[in-house]
């Protein structure tokens, strides 16, 4: 089976800067993907990382580093809109079809 | 395309009854997921689709559960004799083969709420 780990919630002012952490235990790994979901929204998609190192996209940047299964999301230069949860999953080698399983996710709250 | 639509938006029912809810997922997506979120949790997996094919079933899915990908696209998921423990937001995504970095497109969901 699979088990993901991130931290409940987390507070930050506009303009800063949060990483989110993300440590999972797997029978077999395949990628570590991001999500981010405002109330009441639809999960999307914000980034995937198969191999160790840093992806950049914008404001948000995913690392992995897969000797440590951990990886973690930064938010850069937050915005108010930025408030939302964000979601770690893993792709399971064993799995069929791209199967992801989610973490419990982690509420960002931005303040003023 | 207006990416993955799911109805109704919002379904309420009396315990013991079926509910049944609809996804149309991207069309040139061959793979296509139902998941289960309750509030403050992330996404749990249901089942999944390869066309018409359904590949896995999640092992916490009970015989209540079935569901149908006729023709490869669209798919329902019913649940027979509801109880309160299946009041959750039911959510649909669909991916295309060898797309990872493209990663799932999920709909809006289908909120259930059983009384």
């Known amino acids: 089976g699979q088990s993901l780990e991130q931290p409940s919630e987390v507070t930050a002012v506009e303009g800063a800067i949060v990483q989110i952490n993300c440590t999972y235990q797997t029978s077999g790994f395949y990628g570590l993907s991001w999500y981010q979901q405002h109330d009441g929204g639809a999960p999307t998609f914000l980034s995937y990382n198969a191999l160790d190192g840093l992806e950049e996209t914008g404001r948000f940047s995913s690392f992995l580093s897969r000797s440590d299964s951990y990886g973690y999301l930064l938010l850069q230069e937050l915005q108010m809109k930025d408030s939302a949860s964000y979601f770690c999953a893993v792709r399971d080698l064993e799995a069929a079809g791209n199967k992801l399983t989610f973490g419990g996710g982690t509420r960002v709250l931005v303040k003023p | 395309d207006t990416g993955v639509s799911q109805d109704p938006r919002h379904k309420i029912t009396k315990r013991g009854q079926n509910v049944t809810f609809r996804c149309d997922p991207i069309?040139?997506?061959?793979?296509l997921y139902w998941y289960r979120q309750t509030l403050g949790q992330g996404p749990e997996f249901l089942t999944y689709f390869q066309n018409e094919a359904q590949l896995e079933k999640s092992r916490l899915l009970s015989d209540r559960f079935s569901a149908e990908r006729p023709k490869g696209s669209f798919s329902t998921l019913e649940i027979q004799r509801t109880e309160q423990g299946d009041s959750a937001m039911y959510l649909c995504?669909?991916?295309?083969?060898?797309?990872?970095?493209?990663?799932?497109?999920f709909g809006s969901g289908t909120r259930l709420t059983v009384v």
């Open positions: 069309s040139e997506h061959n793979r």
């Open positions: 995504a669909s991916s295309l083969t060898g797309q990872l970095n493209h990663g799932y497109t």
